[in-house]
């Protein structure tokens, strides 16, 4: 990635207008973070999604892609949500009946109606988490006792809901307009967006923490002493260490791919020879990106969600509370020993980041499609005939790289809990990294791939100035 070549791109005018208006829908999509929903006293609220975000993980992961939209109560609280689970819905489908297949086979028009089905899909989708978040969130309130709390009116949940679910096709609708821009996927950008709007608060606590000396300084060398808290100090610089492992494990993995090349035959028409050249087909390690780990948080997410709502509603206590225990990620708040419930959230993570990895590559790489493009132009892989054979070929090649990019990923994914096991082997209790393990694989992926497509477009713009 030649960063000199995006630098030198901001001169153009269409380069320097798309990056404006990307960063503009992000501006405004912060801005709908701290629009309040329309509901009762939001302060009251406010504190109950406090008691709800420190008693449970159930949703941290709301929080997470709506940019602590639900810590502040604000008509994003559903986020992007209902947008994931409808994508995941149409691509099911789209695998399992025949015409809709057909139809997303056909090219761009077919894949345009897809894409228009989701976005309907999302609309009552969004409608029906917005009602079950207000009532959960108006449950907690009634929990807590709160004697500043009144029982909203009708015209008060109509009204809400509807500001919950606009808010949420509106993220849908920003993320679509940031795709359209062609710099990085848009729905992944507002993720990335929401977690790094994060980070200023989270480097804020962890100062405090590391300056505060009340009990004792860090010796150095048996010279002087550093104005720095010894033990936090020893656990952000062994972090610090992880981090930047984990970063360089994650670039590697992300930028790995298998070059296959593609030999075209030499062709002559009337005067003129065409072919003879050689050109290559990059198979990425990992060609879904993050968009496994996002589904899976997602899918995961669900189990606990619903279990929740069992329980507000007295139905099924007691399977609602084990619905909420097994799929919950474990953390400090929930951790009450190694239990073989403690395992269930962790494994069943890691087996639908393998599972979506599988599922969502063998989407966006069709390789019938791809065995047909190089056909057509009369190309061909050394040692394989066109047709089936390539087909067969190039089906094997990215099951071998996909077996070993899912697993990886897994891997980096389930990094956080083997980190809290460890921590629970030597001090009999997590340290809690859950959250900011699946953060900074979102965060590394999504900066890679728009930075990629940033250079691709630079390139485009200043191919001129090497002729």
């Given amino acids: 990635m030649n960063f000199k070549t995006i630098f030198k791109s901001l001169k153009n005018k269409d380069m320097a207008k798309r990056l404006a208006i990307v960063i503009g829908l992000l501006i405004v999509y912060r801005f709908l973070a701290h629009v309040p929903v329309p509901m009762g006293d939001p302060i009251t609220f406010k504190d109950a999604v406090s008691r709800l975000l420190s008693s449970s993980d159930l949703g941290s992961f709301i929080n997470l892609v709506s940019g602590g939209g639900l810590a502040t109560f604000s008509i994003i609280l559903v986020g992007l949500s209902p947008y994931i689970t409808s994508s995941i819905v149409m691509q099911l489908i789209t695998k399992v ?14 894949r345009r109606k897809i894409n228009q089905w989701t976005r309907l899909l999302t609309v009552p989708l969004a409608i029906l988490q917005s009602i079950a978040y207000i009532f959960i969130l108006q449950k907690s309130v009634l929990a807590g006792n709160s004697v500043d709390y009144v029982d909203p009116t009708m015209y008060q949940w109509i009204l809400s809901i509807t500001a919950m679910t606009a808010g949420s096709i509106c993220l849908m609708w920003i993320g679509e307009l940031i795709t359209e821009q062609g710099i990085g996927n848009g729905i992944s950008t507002v993720i990335f967006a929401s977690i790094v709007s994060q980070m200023p608060q989270m480097f804020s606590q962890l100062g405090v923490a590391l300056f505060d000396t009340s009990n004792g300084a860090l010796e150095a060398f048996g010279w002087f002493y550093l104005p720095v808290n010894p033990t936090v100090f020893w656990i952000v610089l062994g972090l610090g260490i992880a981090v930047l492992v984990v970063l360089f494990v994650l670039v590697k993995l992300n930028e790995a791919q298998r ?159 083997i980190t809290d096991y460890i921590f629970i082997v030597i001090t009999g209790a997590p340290i809690g990294l859950s959250l900011s393990g699946t953060g900074l694989l979102i965060v590394v992926t999504v900066a890679l791939e728009n930075i990629r497509q940033l250079n691709s477009r630079a390139l485009i713009i200043t191919y001129d100035d090497y002729q």
């Fill in 259 to 417: 070059i296959v090349t593609i030999n075209y035959a030499k062709r002559v028409r009337g005067n003129r020879a065409y072919g003879g050249i050689t050109s290559i087909l990059p198979m990425k390690l990992i060609t879904a990106g993050v968009i496994p780990v996002i589904f899976a948080v997602a899918f995961l997410s669900l189990p606990a969600f619903v279990g929740q709502i069992m329980k507000y509603a007295n139905m099924n206590p007691a399977f609602a509370d084990k619905m909420i225990t097994w799929f919950t990620a474990p953390s400090q708040n929930n951790f009450t020993g190694l239990t073989p419930e403690w395992f269930i959230y962790p494994i069943a993570y890691f087996l639908l980041v393998v599972a979506f990895t599988y599922f969502y590559t063998s989407i966006i790489f069709n390789t019938k499609e791809i065995s047909e493009n190089i056909q057509k132009q009369g190309g061909f892989i050394e040692g394989v005939r066109p047709g089936v054979a390539t087909i067969d070929y190039l089906n094997k090649t990215v099951n071998h790289l996909n077996l070993f990019g899912s697993i990886s990923l897994g891997i980096i994914a389930m990094l956080p809990f």
């Fill in 97 to 110: 009946i025949p015409s809709l297949e057909e139809l997303h086979n056909d090219g761009e028009t077919g």
